[in-house]
C-alpha cells in the first residue's frame, strides 16, 4: 500500500508524453476554441457580467487548469451550470464581490484536492446528479426568454418571478429579435447534417451578425468587447474579513458545484478515450488554482465543461496540451475579432443557449428512471423541482438526503432472508419443534429497520419460540445496527422468544463484547453454525447429527 500511494504521489504533477498527440491535440484544441467562442460570450450574459469576462474565463482558466489539472483532455471555461448561480450572485453582491468568492472558492477546491476528497463524486447517486442537471437545462432556457423575445427589462433573481415577468412582458418582443434567435436555431439543428466539421452555433452566430448588421437591424447587441488579452488587475476589499464572511455561503456553493461538475465532466472524457484517466484530488487542485487566479484578469469561477472537453476527445485531443492550445487560439481571437464580436446580436446568444439546454436535458436517464424504480425517479423530480424553485445547492443536498433515506429503506428490505427449513433444519429434528423455530440470514454491514420486522414476524406468527440469525455474512456493525440487534433482542424477550446468533465474525463480536451487548443475550446462545444452534435446542436432534456424521465417514 505504501508503494502505492509513493507512485500516485510521483504521477500527480507528471508531464510526461506532453507532445506526444501533437497533431491531435492541435485539432481538438482549435476546435475546442471555436466552440468555446459563442459559449463563452452565451454564459457570461447569462451570469449576468461583461461578454469580455466569458473571453478571459476561457482563455485563463482553460490554460491553468490544462497544466494544472487531474484530467489530460479536459477543456475549462464558464458554463450553464455556474452562470445559474454565479447570476444570483452577481445581482445580489456584484462582480467585485464575486471576484472575492470565486478566489475563496478555488481555495476550497484545492484544500479538498490535497485532502484526497475527490472521489466523493462518486457518492453522489445518479438521481441527483441527473435531477440538477436537468434543473440547471430548464433555468437555462427559461432565462434566455427576454433576449430570446428582445425584451429590455430587468433580470429577476428567481425563477418563477422571473418567469411572470417576461410572461407579462410578451406583447413588447421584438420579432426581429425572434427571428434572429430562430435562425440560429435552426442552424445549430441543421448545419451538422450538412458539415460536421465547424460548429453549428458559430454558423449561427456569424449568420445572425451579419444579416443584423447588414440590415442594420434595431436589436440589443452586445456592446464594446476590448482587443486586448486579459491583463493581470487587484480585486477591492479583498482582506476585508466583514466582506470574506458575507461571501463564505456563495463561495461554498460555487466550490461544490465546480468541483462535481469539473470531476463529472473528467468522468465522461474517461470513457470516450483509452489514454491516461484522470486523477480525482490533482482536477480539484487544477480546477481551484484556475478559481484563484482568474479573477484576477476579470474573469469568472470557471468548471470543466463537458461539451468542449468531448469535442477536444472527439477531434483528436490526447493531452493537457490540447486544452492549452484551445486557450491561446481564443487569446489570439479576441486580439484579432473583438470588434466584429461586438456586434453580436444578444437574440443570436439566445439561441445558441437555448440549444445547449435541451440538449443538456437527459432525456434516456428520465427515461431509465421511469422504467427502473419509481423512488429513483420520485428523487430526480424532487431535486429537479428544488433546483429550479430554490438553488442548486439546496437542491444536492434535499437530492442527497432523499436518496440516503431511500437506501436505509433498501438496506432494511434486502439484508434480511428467511431461510427455507429444507435448507437449515438437520435430519431428525421433531415436527412441533420445527415450528417453534425460525432462521434469518443477514447480509450486509448493518440492517436499518431490522427490529421492526421481526416484532411484526413475531406478531403473525406467534408460535415462533426460537430465532436464529445468521451473521455470518455481516462483516462490520455500526451503532445504528447495534441498536437494532438490542432492540431485536428486548422484543423477543417481552414475546418469550429466544435470540440465538450464529457465525460471529470477529469485529462484530468484539463490537458486542465491548458493548455488553453480548453478555446480555449470553454466550450460550452464540454458536459457529446454524446446525450447531438447532442441535443444542434438543438433545434428540445433537444425537441425530452425529449419527449422520458417522455414517458419511
Avoid at 478571459?56 to 487531474?70: E, M, N, Q
Avoid at 484576477?296 to 468548471?303: D, H, K, L, S, Y
Avoid at 445558441?352 to 436517464?365: D, G, Q, T, Y
Avoid at 433498501?410 to 435448507?423: C, F, G, I, Q, Y
Wanted: proline content about 5%; hydrophobic content about 50%.
Amino acid at each position: 500500500m505504501p508503494r502505492f500511494d509513493t507512485v500516485e504521489q510521483s504521477k500527480l504533477f507528471s508531464f510526461t508524453g506532453l507532445f506526444s498527440g501533437l497533431r491531435g491535440d492541435l485539432t481538438g484544441g482549435l476546435t475546442a476554441a471555436v466552440v468555446a467562442l459563442p459559449l463563452a460570450l452565451a454564459f457570461a450574459v447569462a451570469s449576468g457580467v461583461e461578454p469580455k469576462a466569458g473571453l478571459y474565463t476561457a482563455i485563463v482558466a482553460g490554460i491553468v487548469a490544462a497544466i494544472f489539472g487531474g484530467s489530460p483532455v479536459q477543456i475549462t471555461g464558464p458554463t450553464g451550470a455556474m452562470a445559474v448561480i454565479l447570476v444570483g450572485i452577481v445581482a445580489k453582491y456584484g462582480i467585485e464581490k464575486v471576484w472575492i468568492a470565486g478566489v475563496m472558492a478555488g481555495i476550497i477546491q484545492v484544500a479538498l484536492g490535497v485532502a484526497k476528497l475527490g472521489q466523493l463524486v462518486k457518492f453522489i447517486p445518479y438521481p441527483v446528479t441527473a435531477g440538477f442537471t436537468n434543473g440547471i437545462a430548464v433555468i437555462i432556457f427559461c432565462g434566455q426568454l427576454n433576449n430570446f423575445f428582445g425584451l429590455q427589462i430587468p433580470h429577476s433573481d428567481h425563477f418563477l418571478p422571473g418567469l411572470w415577468q417576461t410572461i407579462t412582458h410578451v406583447e413588447a418582443l421584438n420579432w426581429v429579435a425572434v427571428g434572429l434567435a430562430l435562425v440560429v436555431i435552426a442552424t445549430n439543428v441543421f448545419w451538422p447534417k450538412i458539415n460536421n466539421t465547424i460548429p453549428g452555433s458559430l454558423v449561427g452566430l456569424v449568420l445572425a451578425t451579419a444579416i443584423a448588421t447588414y440590415f442594420h437591424l434595431d436589436v440589443p447587441r452586445i456592446g464594446v468587447i476590448p482587443q486586448s488579452l486579459p491583463m493581470p488587475q487587484g480585486i477591492p476589499h479583498w482582506n476585508d474579513f466583514s466582506v470574506i464572511r458575507e461571501l463564505i455561503n456563495p463561495a461554498l456553493a460555487l466550490a461544490a458545484l465546480g468541483s462535481i461538475e469539473s470531476l463529472l465532466s473528467a468522468v465522461v472524457a474517461d470513457g470516450m478515450t483509452v489514454s491516461e484517466k484522470h486523477n480525482s484530488d490533482r482536477e480539484l487542485i487544477g480546477q481551484g488554482l484556475a478559481n484563484i487566479i482568474v479573477p484576477f484578469f476579470g474573469g469568472i469561477p470557471a468548471t470543466g465543461a463537458i461539451a468542449r472537453t468531448a469535442i477536444n476527445v472527439r477531434s483528436g485531443g490526447t493531452t493537457r496540451l490540447s486544452g492549452v492550445i484551445h486557450g491561446v487560439a481564443l487569446a489570439i481571437i479576441v486580439l484579432t475579432l473583438a470588434p466584429l464580436a461586438a456586434q453580436i446580436p444578444l437574440a443570436a446568444l439566445a439561441g445558441i443557449l437555448m440549444v445547449v439546454s435541451l440538449r443538456m436535458i437527459e432525456w434516456e436517464a428520465i427515461g431509465l428512471l421511469m422504467r427502473a424504480t419509481y423512488s429513483d425517479f420520485a428523487v430526480m423530480i424532487l431535486t429537479w423541482l428544488v433546483t429550479i424553485l430554490f438553488d442548486l445547492v439546496l437542491a444536492v443536498e434535499v437530492g442527497l438526503i432523499a436518496a440516503g433515506a431511500l437506501f436505509i429503506k433498501r438496506m432494511s428490505d434486502l439484508t434480511l432472508a428467511k431461510m427455507p427449513e429444507t435448507e437449515v433444519f438437520p435430519p431428525g429434528i421433531p415436527l412441533e419443534l420445527g415450528k417453534e423455530i425460525a432462521v434469518y440470514r443477514v447480509d450486509g454491514p448493518v440492517f436499518f429497520g431490522a427490529a421492526e420486522r421481526f416484532v411484526t414476524f413475531l406478531r403473525e406468527q406467534p408460535e415462533v419460540k426460537y430465532l436464529i440469525l445468521r451473521l455470518r455474512y455481516v462483516p462490520t456493525m455500526d451503532t445504528t445496527g447495534l441498536v437494532a440487534l438490542e432492540d431485536i433482542y428486548h422484543d423477543l424477550e417481552r414475546h418469550n422468544c429466544r435470540l440465538i446468533l450464529t457465525g460471529l465474525q470477529p469485529q462484530v463480536q468484539q463490537i458486542l463484547e465491548r458493548s455488553g451487548l453480548l453478555k446480555t443475550i449470553g454466550l450460550s446462545n452464540c454458536f459457529e453454525t446454524t446446525t450447531d444452534a438447532i442441535s443444542s435446542l434438543n438433545p434428540q436432534i445433537e444425537r441425530a447429527t452425529q449419527l449422520v456424521a458417522t455414517n458419511l465417514n
